[in-house]
């Protein structure tokens, strides 16, 4: 099992409606979760970050970890074209200060 | 520097030569990671140090590559032996804090010919 699955996409989402990207993690002991984009050619930059159940809402972006499913997601809404990016989920351990990214999902807004 | 320096930003080398890459992490940030990233995949975690010491290496994929940090600062990813399928984007990050943000550098793009 990879240490983080994510759905590669690419996943296609007209502008103006609510883009929804998927994270599994393995490792039991992730605290954190982060977020990030990367726009083709460039480096990550991170857009999210949450530790605890539930959601977290920043702007446009909501994070949402449910730590019994070992799952996280994030939800775009209002997508714009300048979301059209990779997006990449990071688990990091408490303790244990490796960082693994997801494959990444690539998301197209559709004018 | 006010960011994660890499150099070079882009390195052409021959298939069986010996190459360096450099990190600058952000002044202060102890945890510093190497990663590489071919087209279409995400980041693949080789090494990360805490202070000097390499803290976890398991993403090292053989005997040729080697990465260094002796002074807590500056790191040097090192790979011997190029061969073409080392071709990709080595990334760099940096983090001050447990489980706060990674600053990631603007990467070196290496290619074996």
């Known amino acids: 099992q990879k240490e983080v699955e994510q759905n590669s996409g690419p996943l296609s989402v007209p502008e103006g409606a609510i883009a929804s990207l998927n994270c599994t993690y393995s490792?039991?002991?992730?605290?954190?979760f982060f977020w990030y984009r990367q726009y083709s050619g460039k480096s990550p930059e991170l857009i999210m970050f949450i530790y605890s159940n539930g959601d977290k809402e920043d702007g446009r972006f909501t994070a949402q970890l449910n730590k019994a499913s070992q799952y996280v997601s994030l939800l775009i809404r209002d997508s714009q074209p300048s979301d059209s990016a990779t997006y990449l989920c990071a688990p990091s351990g408490f303790g244990n200060e490796k960082l693994t990214f997801g494959t990444g999902t690539r998301l197209t807004i559709i004018p | 520097g006010a960011g994660v320096s890499q150099t070079p930003s882009n390195k052409v080398t021959e298939k069986g030569k010996y190459v360096e890459l450099r990190c600058d992490p952000i002044?202060?940030?102890?945890?510093l990671y190497w990663y590489r990233q071919s087209l279409g995949q995400g980041p693949e975690f080789l090494i990360y140090?805490?202070?000097?010491?390499?803290?976890?290496d398991s993403g090292l994929p053989n005997d040729r590559f080697f990465a260094v940090r002796p002074e807590g600062s500056v790191s040097t990813l090192k790979i011997q032996r190029t061969e073409r399928g080392d071709s990709a984007v080595y990334l760099c990050?940096?983090?001050?804090?447990?489980?706060?943000?990674?600053?990631f550098g603007q990467g070196t793009r290496l290619t074996v010919v």
């Open positions: 002044s202060g940030h102890t945890a």
């Open positions: 490792d039991r002991g992730s605290q954190s």
């Open positions: 990050a940096s983090r001050g804090q447990p489980n706060t943000e990674a600053f």
């Open positions: 140090f805490q202070g000097t010491g390499a803290a976890d």
